[in-house]
Every structure is written in structure tokens, then in C-alpha cells.
């Protein structure tokens, strides 16, 4: 954790740091390290000027799948609609994760 | 822009805490058991020593050292039980468990959230915070004097806590 992060987690009122909470805690720091899934969701969000024009266009991709599914669920084909949307998804997912 | 930097590293604090919050139920589950298992072998030498003790001295009278190996045994047992309080620790331990495996369920319920909506950082690190208190307050609720776990048991709680949320992260990954 960087010295400016751990500051900031000092500014929070009630938050411990994780040194602070092993402290604290009967538990040791255990060494696990499992990489946070990802999915763009959790706390984040991809913004149009954060992507590469490459990218962008991929963006654009998802937001119009996203769109038809819309179209779709609105003409009552749920499952056209569905399968817009997981199509969507999996773009936004390979965004995330590349 | 700022809030999205700050949402992921908020996300990836309160990822470590499930991390920890996981090895930690892990652990004292482990350790319950261990505690579980010397109160059992503790108390066959009480009644083997003390229930057993006429049929027995009948039976081993022919090889008295074992019998007074025995007899030693218990009655070491119960000068040291203040100083080794099993039962009180695997009474701890038990509620522990309990309290934690709970907390579990809750926090990953809530990481489910955190993962499918779009939560601001400082929700979600007033989430964690309260994860951490809640895992605090449970700790030292049932073990106010503090408690070191045996290495091993350590080791151990790592490798299946890492196993459990490779699996529970390959689950997300698919959904």
C-alpha cells in the first residue's frame, strides 16, 4: 500500500488499515492472494475517454447490442432480448479483463 | 475518473478482507476440531483412570507401571486443566465458528453487491469497515484474551481458504 493510499485510509472514520486489523485481529496475516474477479462492476466503470480508439469501438459494439436488446425486450422477445444482452456483456467483459 | 480508481482499489481492499475473513473461519474451524479431538483423548484416560479403575486393577494387576502411568496421566490432566482449558477453548472455538461462518455467507452475499452493481468507493469502504468490525467484535467476544493458532493449523487454513476462492473467483468469472 502506497503512503498516500494509507493515509487516506487513516482519514476514514472506523476503517483499519490491514496492518492495523491483523494487529488487532487473533488471526495472522494469511497469504492467500487470490486475484479480485473481474468484471468492471465492482466500484468501477469504464468511461469512453478511458478506452483506446481500438477499444472504443468495441464499446461502441456493446452499447448497441445493449441497445437492440432494449429494442427486443420492448417487442416482447425476451430471450432475443437476453441473448443481446449476454452478447453485450461478454464484450464489456473482454474490455475488463484485456 | 477519480471515483473509478478509488472504486477499485476500495474493491480490491474489501476483496483481501473476504480473503482474510475466509482463512480466519477456516482456521478456527480447524482449530475447534483439534480442540475437539484432544478433549476426547482427555477424557478416555479420565474414565479409563477413574471408572474403569476397580475392573481394571483387577485385569492389570500383573502389570502395575501401566496402571500407574494411567493414574499419573489423569491426575496430571486435572492439576493442568486450568492451565490448558480445553473445554472452555472448544467452547470458544465452537461459537467462533459459528459467528464467522455466518459473517461469511453475509460478506459474500454482499460481494456478490458490490460485484454486480456499481457501488461508489466510499460505500464500499464503509462496507469493509463494517465487515471488519463485525469480525472483530466476534473475535474477541469469544476469545477476549487473545489466542496464537498453531503454525500448522495456519498453513493449512491458507491453503484451503486460496482453493475455496480460486473455485468461488472461477464461479464469478462464468455468471
Do not use: C
Given at each position: 500500500m502506497t503512503s498516500r493510499a494509507a493515509a487516506a485510509d487513516r482519514a476514514e472514520p472506523g476503517f483499519l488499515s490491514p496492518e492495523e486489523f491483523t494487529a488487532q485481529s487473533i488471526f495472522p496475516a494469511f497469504s492467500i492472494n487470490v486475484p479480485m474477479p473481474q468484471r468492471g462492476t465492482a466500484g468501477a466503470s469504464i468511461t469512453a475517454d478511458a478506452v483506446p480508439i481500438d477499444r472504443a469501438a468495441r464499446l461502441q459494439q456493446a452499447t448497441l447490442l445493449q441497445k437492440l436488446g432494449d429494442a427486443w425486450k420492448a417487442n416482447g422477445d425476451n430471450a432475443k432480448a437476453i441473448a443481446h444482452y449476454e452478447a453485450s456483456?461478454?464484450?464489456m467483459n473482454l474490455l475488463v479483463e484485456a | 475518473m477519480g471515483e473509478t480508481a478509488g472504486g477499485?482499489?476500495?474493491?480490491?481492499?474489501h476483496w483481501q478482507q473476504l480473503e482474510q475473513?475466509?482463512?480466519?473461519?477456516?482456521?478456527i474451524r480447524l482449530y475447534r476440531n483439534q480442540l475437539g479431538k484432544r478433549i476426547q483423548a482427555i477424557e478416555v484416560i479420565k474414565a479409563v483412570a477413574s471408572s474403569g479403575a476397580i475392573g481394571g486393577w483387577v485385569i492389570w494387576k500383573h502389570i502395575p507401571f501401566v496402571w500407574a502411568a494411567i493414574i499419573v496421566a489423569a491426575q496430571v490432566i486435572d492439576a493442568l486443566k486450568g492451565v490448558f482449558p480445553f473445554s472452555r477453548e472448544h467452547r470458544a472455538a465452537s461459537e467462533l465458528t459459528m459467528a464467522l461462518e455466518t459473517l461469511l455467507i453475509n460478506a459474500e452475499l454482499e460481494w456478490e453487491g458490490l460485484f454486480a452493481a456499481s457501488v461508489s468507493a466510499s460505500d464500499i469502504m464503509?462496507?469493509?469497515a463494517r465487515l471488519q468490525r463485525l469480525q472483530l467484535q466476534a473475535e474477541h467476544q469469544h476469545f477476549p484474551e487473545g489466542r496464537n493458532p498453531p503454525q500448522g493449523l495456519i498453513d493449512v487454513a491458507s491453503r484451503q481458504a486460496t482453493a475455496y476462492l480460486l473455485n468461488y473467483r472461477s464461479g464469478q468469472g462464468r455468471s
Amino acid at each position: 500500500m502506497t503512503s498516500r493510499a494509507a493515509a487516506a485510509d487513516r482519514a476514514e472514520p472506523g476503517f483499519l488499515s490491514p496492518e492495523e486489523f491483523t494487529a488487532q485481529s487473533i488471526f495472522p496475516a494469511f497469504s492467500i492472494n487470490v486475484p479480485m474477479p473481474q468484471r468492471g462492476t465492482a466500484g468501477a466503470s469504464i468511461t469512453a475517454d478511458a478506452v483506446p480508439i481500438d477499444r472504443a469501438a468495441r464499446l461502441q459494439q456493446a452499447t448497441l447490442l445493449q441497445k437492440l436488446g432494449d429494442a427486443w425486450k420492448a417487442n416482447g422477445d425476451n430471450a432475443k432480448a437476453i441473448a443481446h444482452y449476454e452478447a453485450s456483456l461478454a464484450i464489456m467483459n473482454l474490455l475488463v479483463e484485456a | 475518473m477519480g471515483e473509478t480508481a478509488g472504486g477499485g482499489r476500495a474493491s480490491e481492499l474489501h476483496w483481501q478482507q473476504l480473503e482474510q475473513l475466509k482463512a480466519s473461519s477456516v482456521l478456527i474451524r480447524l482449530y475447534r476440531n483439534q480442540l475437539g479431538k484432544r478433549i476426547q483423548a482427555i477424557e478416555v484416560i479420565k474414565a479409563v483412570a477413574s471408572s474403569g479403575a476397580i475392573g481394571g486393577w483387577v485385569i492389570w494387576k500383573h502389570i502395575p507401571f501401566v496402571w500407574a502411568a494411567i493414574i499419573v496421566a489423569a491426575q496430571v490432566i486435572d492439576a493442568l486443566k486450568g492451565v490448558f482449558p480445553f473445554s472452555r477453548e472448544h467452547r470458544a472455538a465452537s461459537e467462533l465458528t459459528m459467528a464467522l461462518e455466518t459473517l461469511l455467507i453475509n460478506a459474500e452475499l454482499e460481494w456478490e453487491g458490490l460485484f454486480a452493481a456499481s457501488v461508489s468507493a466510499s460505500d464500499i469502504m464503509l462496507r469493509r469497515a463494517r465487515l471488519q468490525r463485525l469480525q472483530l467484535q466476534a473475535e474477541h467476544q469469544h476469545f477476549p484474551e487473545g489466542r496464537n493458532p498453531p503454525q500448522g493449523l495456519i498453513d493449512v487454513a491458507s491453503r484451503q481458504a486460496t482453493a475455496y476462492l480460486l473455485n468461488y473467483r472461477s464461479g464469478q468469472g462464468r455468471s
